[in-house]
């Protein structure tokens, strides 16, 4: 389970995090949804202990971040936004180098490198180089080394970032599996889609502050179930219907180009903060 | 603390050991042009207190390679930093900051080593014998953990490799050819004398120096080495802190 209580963060004169207030219960999939720069991976940094808090409270399954750091950083499992792998070292090298940082036994970190490999389906790449991996297999890597002490919380900031739409599938179909053996995922991202896709509940971070948080069903209900979109000079309208008719009838009524879709996260999230998820 | 520094020292070993067959020319490049400029070409025909040049240069240039080396391991860090974020990964790991330094300090001791046996082995070809006795040893040890230490602290406080690189161009290089490493500090005026007692490097070179032609070295030397390397390493423990934003 993770908390945070009245989490504050400044930078020098720049308040990053603002009276921050949240629980994950155990096994959740929490989306943390933001434009650049929201704080979203300030977040992260200090559930994980890389980046100090201001003030406030923050705790990994009861254990205090900032007071039991080495018992709550043993609670997770952290994939950065980043690749942070030893480039000029094998697979297997950076995960028995990530084993032996949380105390494996030799045998036992061995055997989970074996499950593990086979499970992100990389098990014929073991000796290979990870400057010779495509960047869907390093980010595959890192999601397995993230997993490798069997942590009960699992960190994911942006983990699909600059792939391609195929590669960002097989990743996503690899988070909902680890879910689904228990693991709390708490994942940052600004693809709409992807947290619509995976998570149970999502917070919307605007500059520092959490705007609403609820699950991606109700917050797209509360927009209705049709978007009309209508391209303008320099702007775009966009109408919002709860039944395709209505949208039909006004599209009819107004005689311009209208594109018509499904409401998605994006609109719920630029009705309460007046900004895209950029 | 002993799995957490273990843990950070193997994962150095294994990129030195990939890197191993790279470094090893490299190694050889400085001490061998100085053994053939300064020993063979300009200090032929000089013997100073009973040794000719090249027996007194060769344990400055251990005393010099192993404070080098030992300090090169901040690049190491500071790659790992700046341009893997790999830094991250070890902070997110239960591994306490003092285990974090223990380990790289160790790793940047083991890169001096080695480079210095490089150098004896060239030395050796140079016809140049030294007495490798547990004294040279031990001095070799204090200043590899000090330069060491204070590789770790000085790349916690830069913000890039830029910086990284201005710290050797103004301490390491200064005191490489001011420490006793060439002429004896004799040679200098007597106000430098005071000021150069002062580097850490001119008590190495001294204290290898004099271990090397088979006497016991100055405690006070390896006193002084051992307490600054201490204190280098607390205020690394503290810097790797500190650099938590």
Same mark, same amino acid.
């Given at each position: 389970?993770?908390?945070?209580?009245?989490?504050?963060?400044?930078?020098?004169? @720049?308040?990053?995090?603002?009276?921050?207030?949240?629980?994950?219960?155990?096994?959740?999939?929490?989306?943390?949804?933001?434009?650049?720069?929201?704080?979203?991976?300030?977040? %992260? !940094?200090?559930?994980?202990?890389?980046?100090?808090?201001?003030?406030?409270?923050?705790?990994?399954?009861? $254990?205090?971040?900032?007071?039991?750091?080495?018992?709550?950083?043993?609670?997770?499992?952290?994939?950065?936004?980043?690749?942070?792998?030893?480039?000029?070292?094998?697979?297997?090298?950076?995960?028995?180098?990530?084993?032996?940082?949380?105390?494996?036994?030799?045998?036992?970190?061995?055997?989970?490198?074996?499950?593990?490999?086979?499970?992100?389906?990389?098990?014929?790449?073991?000796?290979?180089?990870?400057?010779?991996?495509? /960047?869907?297999?390093? !980010?595959?890597?890192?999601?397995?080394?993230?997993?490798?002490?069997?942590?009960?919380?699992?960190? #994911? &900031?942006?983990?699909?970032?600059?792939? &391609?739409?195929?590669?960002?599938?097989?990743?996503?179909?690899? %988070?909902?599996?680890?879910?689904?053996?228990?693991?709390?995922?708490?994942?940052?991202?600004?693809?709409?889609?992807?947290?619509?896709?995976?998570?149970?509940?999502?917070?919307?971070?605007?500059?520092?502050?959490?705007?609403?948080?609820?699950?991606?069903?109700?917050?797209?209900?509360?927009?209705? @179930?049709?978007?009309?979109?209508? #391209?303008?000079?320099?702007? +775009?309208?966009?109408?919002?219907?709860?039944?395709?008719?209505?949208?039909?009838?006004?599209?009819?009524?107004?005689?311009?180009?209208?594109?018509?879709?499904?409401?998605?996260?994006?609109?719920?999230?630029?009705?309460?903060?007046?900004?895209?998820?950029? | +603390?002993?799995?957490?520094?273990?843990?950070?020292?193997?994962?150095?070993?294994?990129?030195?050991?990939?890197?191993?067959? !790279?470094?090893?020319?490299?190694?050889?490049?400085?001490?061998? #042009?100085?053994?053939?400029?300064?020993?063979?070409?300009?200090?032929?025909? @000089?013997?100073?207190?009973?040794?000719?040049?090249?027996? $007194?240069?060769?344990?400055?240039?251990?005393? +010099?390679?192993?404070?080098?080396?030992?300090?090169?391991?901040?690049?190491? %860090?500071?790659?790992?930093?700046?341009?893997?974020?790999?830094?991250?990964?070890?902070?997110?790991? *239960?591994?306490?900051?003092?285990?974090?330094?223990?380990?790289?300090?160790?790793?940047?001791?083991?890169?001096?080593?080695?480079?210095?046996?490089?150098?004896?082995? #060239?030395?050796?070809?140079?016809?140049?014998?030294?007495?490798?006795? *547990?004294?040279? =040893?031990?001095?070799?040890?204090?200043?590899?953990?000090?330069?060491?230490?204070?590789?770790?602290?000085?790349?916690?406080?830069?913000?890039?490799?830029?910086?990284?690189?201005?710290?050797?161009?103004?301490?390491?290089? *200064? +005191?490489?050819?001011?420490?006793?490493?060439?002429?004896?500090?004799?040679?200098?005026?007597? =106000?430098?004398?005071?000021?150069?007692?002062?580097?850490?490097?001119?008590?190495?070179?001294?204290?290898?120096?004099?271990?090397?032609? /088979?006497?016991?070295?100055? $405690? @006070?030397?390896?006193?002084?080495?051992?307490?600054?390397?201490?204190?280098?390493?607390?205020?690394?423990?503290?810097?790797?802190?500190?650099?938590?934003?």
């Amino acid at each position: 389970m993770i908390r945070i209580e009245h989490l504050n963060k400044t930078y020098k004169t @720049v308040q990053a995090l603002k009276d921050v207030n949240l629980e994950v219960k155990q096994g959740e999939l929490f989306a943390f949804l933001g434009p650049n720069g929201a704080g979203k991976t300030t977040t %992260i !940094r200090i559930l994980t202990g890389l980046t100090r808090l201001s003030s406030g409270r923050v705790s990994l399954n009861g $254990f205090d971040v900032g007071n039991r750091s080495i018992e709550s950083r043993r609670q997770c499992g952290l994939v950065p936004q980043s690749i942070n792998l030893d480039r000029e070292l094998s697979v297997f090298e950076n995960l028995t180098i990530h084993g032996k940082l949380f105390r494996m036994d030799r045998q036992e970190r061995n055997k989970r490198i074996d499950e593990l490999l086979d499970y992100v389906e990389m098990s014929d790449r073991k000796e290979t180089l990870v400057k010779n991996l495509s /960047g869907g297999l390093k !980010r595959r890597l890192m999601i397995a080394r993230a997993l490798l002490h069997s942590p009960s919380i699992l960190f #994911l &900031d942006e983990p699909t970032v600059g792939l &391609d739409a195929a590669i960002r599938r097989k990743i996503w179909a690899l %988070i909902r599996k680890i879910q689904q053996h228990g693991t709390t995922i708490f994942l940052t991202t600004h693809y709409i889609e992807e947290a619509e896709f995976l998570a149970d509940r999502v917070a919307f971070l605007d500059k520092g502050s959490i705007v609403v948080v609820d699950t991606p069903e109700a917050l797209m209900n509360q927009m209705g @179930v049709w978007a009309l979109d209508r #391209l303008k000079e320099d702007d +775009m309208e966009t109408h919002y219907f709860n039944d395709r008719k209505e949208a039909n009838d006004y599209i009819a009524a107004h005689k311009d180009s209208f594109t018509l879709r499904r409401v998605n996260l994006e609109d719920a999230f630029l009705a309460l903060t007046g900004k895209k998820v950029k | +603390m002993i799995y957490g520094a273990s843990a950070v020292y193997y994962r150095e070993l294994l990129i030195l050991r990939r890197r191993l067959t !790279r470094l090893i020319p490299s190694w050889c490049v400085s001490p061998l #042009l100085y053994l053939i400029a300064f020993g063979f070409a300009m200090g032929k025909h @000089v013997t100073l207190d009973g040794h000719t040049y090249m027996e $007194f240069l060769l344990p400055g240039i251990i005393a +010099m390679t192993s404070m080098t080396q030992a300090f090169a391991i901040s690049s190491e %860090i500071n790659i790992a930093r700046f341009y893997w974020n790999i830094f991250e990964e070890i902070q997110a790991a *239960p591994v306490s900051d003092i285990s974090y330094v223990a380990g790289e300090v160790l790793a940047g001791m083991t890169r001096a080593f080695l480079a210095i046996l490089v150098v004896l082995v #060239l030395g050796f070809l140079f016809g140049v014998v030294l007495s490798l006795n *547990p004294w040279f =040893w031990l001095a070799i040890l204090l200043n590899s953990f000090l330069f060491a230490s204070l590789a770790v602290g000085i790349a916690m406080l830069v913000k890039s490799h830029a910086d990284q690189s201005l710290m050797t161009s103004f301490v390491i290089t *200064p +005191m490489a050819f001011l420490g006793g490493t060439f002429f004896p500090l004799e040679n200098f005026p007597e =106000w430098a004398q005071k000021i150069i007692y002062f580097l850490p490097l001119t008590h190495a070179a001294t204290a290898i120096r004099t271990a090397a032609f /088979g006497n016991r070295p100055s $405690f @006070v030397s390896l006193m002084i080495l051992a307490v600054i390397g201490l204190l280098f390493f607390c205020l690394s423990v503290w810097c790797v802190r500190k650099a938590k934003d």
